[in-house]
């Protein structure tokens, strides 16, 4: 199983990033998938969903308005859109696909049936 995550980086405030997950070596149309995310306070958390049968998933929380998820399985890509990014935002980003989503206190680890990305910085700053 292989995740490979790119587009992070560094952003000024009010600026905008677009982050590539792509898969390989396990049924990627058959597992939902969550973008989550890891910053300073240490939280795993989840920022948008998207069934696998799905295209598209909106941002939740703090995310709300701001970041579009997006998939197709057909080349086994998903991707996050993040618009109007702030300070708070800044964390590592990971791309992860599991049969079911359950609540992760640090995110990354993986098993068997959930997969995860190498994860991604994103740092929002002036």
């Known amino acids: 199983v292989q995740l490979a995550e790119s587009g992070g980086g560094l952003v000024q405030p009010g600026g905008s990033l677009s982050l590539s997950c792509t898969g390989s070596?396990?049924?990627?149309?058959?597992?939902?998938m969550g973008w989550y995310r890891q910053g300073p306070e240490n939280r795993c958390e989840l920022i948008a969903a998207i069934p696998s049968t799905g295209t598209s998933g909106v941002g939740q929380g703090s995310a709300k308005g701001r970041f579009t998820a997006s998939r197709d399985n057909a080349k086994s890509t998903v991707n996050l859109q993040l618009n109007d990014l702030k300070p708070e935002d800044t964390a590592v980003y990971y791309c992860?696909?599991?049969?079911?989503?359950?609540?992760?206190?640090?995110?990354?680890?993986?098993?068997?049936?959930?997969?995860w990305g190498q994860g991604i910085q994103v740092t929002v700053s002036s």
């Open positions: 992860r696909f599991a049969h079911a989503l359950l609540t992760q206190t640090t995110c990354g680890q993986g098993s068997e049936y959930d997969h």
């Open positions: 070596g396990f049924a990627f149309s058959s597992y939902p």
